[in-house]
């Protein structure tokens, strides 16, 4: 079984719609998540960075994590056709090992 | 300009022929990683760094090795490569693994016939 799960998708939703991705996983030693994008044939960029349970906004995203059920989630608004990209969610202890989901598809039609 | 450069960007090349990725940056970070990325399992970590002359295994090290001599280099060498190292393969660096976001290279596509 893998340490972290994420439905691959693709995910497609009509512009303006609210997209949502989650991950769970199961090694309760990581203390940070992240979410990163990736556009085809380029390298991830980080898009969301929490350390703590709870919700992290930064403009039209947010971040939720739940560590008591090893659960965090991506929410983006007003979603947009560049918004079109694979979602990666990542998560580290503080050694330096990182773990990253699968990658979720998303396409926003216009 | 802050980047992590990946050299060669794309490489064909046959099984068991050594092969070295090199991979630089410019930002001072003392945090280094290589990934691979195939369809459907995203990126498995492979050796990561954190200072120099210390590395340590990711979930995937076995057919690859590698250096971290200088700070901004960490070049990944693939001794005697097989088919099932096909991939696409980045770098990426920070500040440290845990508060500071990865840098990412843009990446080598690499094919072993």
């Known amino acids: 079984q893998k340490e972290v799960e994420q439905d691959p998708g693709p995910l497609s939703v009509p512009e303006g719609a609210i997209v949502s991705l989650n991950c769970t996983y199961s090694n309760s030693a990581f203390q940070y998540f992240m979410w990163y994008r990736q556009y085809s044939r380029k390298g991830p960029e980080l898009l969301m960075y929490?350390?703590?349970?709870g919700n992290k906004e930064d403009g039209r995203f947010t971040a939720q994590v739940d560590k008591s059920s090893k659960y965090i989630s991506l929410f983006i608004r007003d979603s947009q056709p560049s918004d079109s990209a694979t979602y990666l969610c990542a998560m580290t202890d503080s050694w330096g090992k990182f773990q990253f989901g699968a990658g979720t598809q998303v396409v926003v039609t216009p | 300009e802050a980047q992590v450069t990946q050299n060669p960007r794309y490489l064909i090349t046959v099984t068991g022929k050594k092969l070295t990725v090199t991979c630089s940056q410019n930002?001072?970070?003392?945090?280094m990683s290589w990934y691979r990325q195939d369809p459907g399992l995203g990126l498995r970590q492979i050796y990561y760094s954190m200072n120099v002359e210390v590395t340590d295994k990711g979930d995937v090290p076995e057919g690859y090795k590698v250096s971290r001599k200088e700070k901004r280099n960490f070049p990944l060498i693939l001794e005697s490569p097989s088919p099932n190292q096909t991939s696409l393969y980045f770098c990426a660096s920070s500040l440290d693994p845990y508060q500071e976001t990865q840098y990412f290279g843009p990446g080598t596509r690499l094919l072993v016939l």
């Open positions: 930002m001072n970070h003392e945090y």
């Open positions: 929490t350390y703590s349970s």
